[in-house]
C-alpha cells in the first residue's frame, strides 16, 4: 500500500488540451448522432417531438463541435512533422469539414423553423444535411480513434519505477 502511495506522490496531474479535448469529443458525437435519429424518426412518424428533440440536439451539437473543433487543435498543435503528421492532418481536415456541415445544418433546420417551412423538399434537403453530418461525425471519429489507438497521439505510458524499493512492506 506505501508503494502505491509514493507514486501518486510523484505523479504530477496537469489537464492538458488533449485531455480536454477527449473529454468534449463525445458530447457532440452523442448529440448529433441522437439528433439524426430523432430526424430520421420524425420523418417517417410526422411527430412534432421528435423534430423538436432533433433541432435541440442538432444545435447542441453544432456549439459543441465548436468546442471540440477548438479543442483539438490546441491538442495537435506543434506536430507540424513526424509519424503522426498525415494522420493528424486527415484527422482536421475531417474535423474542418464535420465543422461547417454542423454549422450549415443547424442553420437550415433554423430557418426551416423560423419561416415555419414545412415542405418536403425542405424535410428531405434537412435530412440528406443531416445524414451527410451524421457521416462527416462517424468519419472524424474513426480518424480520431485512429490516432490514438494506431498511433498513440495524445497516449503518456506512466509505468512504475521498479527500480526503487521501498524499505517498509
Keep these: 500500500m506505501r508503494i502505491i502511495s509514493s507514486l501518486h506522490k510523484k505523479r504530477k496531474v496537469m489537464i492538458s488540451a488533449t485531455h480536454i ?21 420524425s420523418f417517417f412518424s410526422k411527430k412534432e417531438f421528435f423534430s423538436k428533440a432533433a433541432f435541440y440536439l442538432l444545435i447542441l451539437g453544432a456549439l459543441g463541435a465548436v ?14 512533422e513526424g509519424p503522426l503528421k498525415n494522420p493528424l ?7 474542418t469539414i464535420t465543422l461547417w456541415l454542423a454549422i450549415i445544418t443547424a442553420f437550415f433546420r ?14 428531405i434537403t434537412g435530412l440528406v444535411l443531416f445524414l451527410a453530418l451524421s457521416g462527416a461525425v462517424a468519419r472524424t471519429g474513426y480518424l480520431g480513434g ?24
Design 110 to 123: 433554423a430557418g426551416m423553423l423560423y419561416f415555419k417551412e414545412s415542405r418536403k423538399w425542405a424535410r
Design 146 to 169: 485512429q490516432l490514438v489507438y494506431n498511433h498513440g497521439a495524445g497516449v503518456q505510458l506512466a509505468l512504475p519505477d521498479f527500480g526503487e524499493t521501498s524499505g517498509e512492506e
Design 67 to 80: 468546442v471540440a473543433y477548438i479543442s483539438g487543435n490546441a491538442a495537435g498543435s506543434g506536430i507540424e
Design 21 to 41: 479535448h477527449a473529454m468534449v469529443i463525445h458530447f457532440p458525437v452523442a448529440l448529433i448522432l441522437a439528433g439524426f435519429l430523432s430526424e430520421l424518426i
Design 89 to 95: 492532418e486527415l484527422h482536421e481536415q475531417a474535423a
